[in-house]
């Protein structure tokens, strides 16, 4: 019990500390120093009021606490014998070190879709996914402004993978990292693809800080974290991702 308390401090320190750089340094810079300079180029024009943030940051607290519950147990001699989480490099071909990490991205988008439409199940989203939604105009801080149930939900997605595929911890730490800068880029508030890359065939397989802002705006369509295949392929592909993408970046021009 003493070490599986360590390690949930340890990793709630190492979250948090991660969440208030990374989030803190794309607030600094898009909300502070330039907002004046740059506000043309935002999504939706507006800004959050004070009050936003501070939900945010209360509800990302939470869920980092709620992450660090779910990585001990994870990490636990109950639970981590029985995953496919390994530390040692040669217990598989390099080739499939290096296939893990997009397979694990794959993985994530999947479960992510089809959690998230859950939520947005009447009958579940009020008690679940609201919270998350109260960020009509998300900002940096709301990359993890999650209800407690929400957060559960969220970091079971970690026990899928460990049970499902071979990974090592190298490639979970760095997936880790990769989630997070995904989540605050989808929900900064402003797009930084460029609009040359999101007109060819594979930059419109890819989520962008614009898909993302519809959905908390219009709380419909666009399900995927990663990728839009799930809503294309489902038609919960949003009718104006591609409309309010170039508005934005014909506002960048002018």
């Known amino acids: 019990m003493e070490e599986i308390l360590d390690r949930m401090t340890r990793v709630t320190t190492m979250l948090f500390s991660r969440y208030l750089v990374i989030s803190g340094v794309a607030f600094l810079v898009w909300y502070v120093i ?21 939900r945010e940051l209360l509800y990302s ?12 147990i994870s990490m636990s ?5 029985y995953s496919m989480l390994y ?17 694990v991205i794959l993985i994530h988008d999947t ?8 939520m947005h199940h009447p009958r579940v989203f009020k008690w679940v996914h609201l919270v998350h939604h109260r960020s009509t105009n998300p900002s940096p ?24 595929v071979p990974v090592h911890i190298s490639v979970m730490l760095v997936f880790l990292l990769f989630n997070f800068l995904h989540n605050v880029y989808g929900h900064l508030g402003y797009e930084l693809m460029p609009k040359a890359l999101n007109n060819t065939k594979i930059g419109r397989l890819v989520n962008t800080s614009v898909y993302h802002n519809l959905h908390h705006k219009y709380c419909k369509g666009n399900y995927g ?20 993408f170039d508005e934005v970046k014909l506002r960048v021009k002018q």
């Open 87 to 103: 530390k040692d490099l040669e217990a598989y071909p390099m080739w499939y070190y290096i296939l893990s990490f997009p397979l």
């Open 225 to 244: 974290l990663y990728f839009t295949f799930w809503d294309k392929w489902m038609g919960t592909y949003h009718e104006k991702n591609l409309g309010t």
């Open 141 to 164: 801080w709301a990359a993890y402004a999650f209800h407690p149930l929400e957060s559960v939900l969220e970091g079971m997605a970690f026990f899928v993978i460990f049970f499902t």
């Open 34 to 54: 330039f907002k004046k300079k740059w506000s043309f180029k935002k999504i939706q024009m507006a800004f959050p009021k004070r009050k936003d943030y501070q």
């Open 77 to 81: 001699p109950w639970v981590k014998p």
């Open 61 to 72: 607290v939470l869920t980092v606490l709620v992450f660090a519950i779910i990585a001990a």
């Open 111 to 118: 479960y992510f879709y089809w959690t998230h439409r859950f």
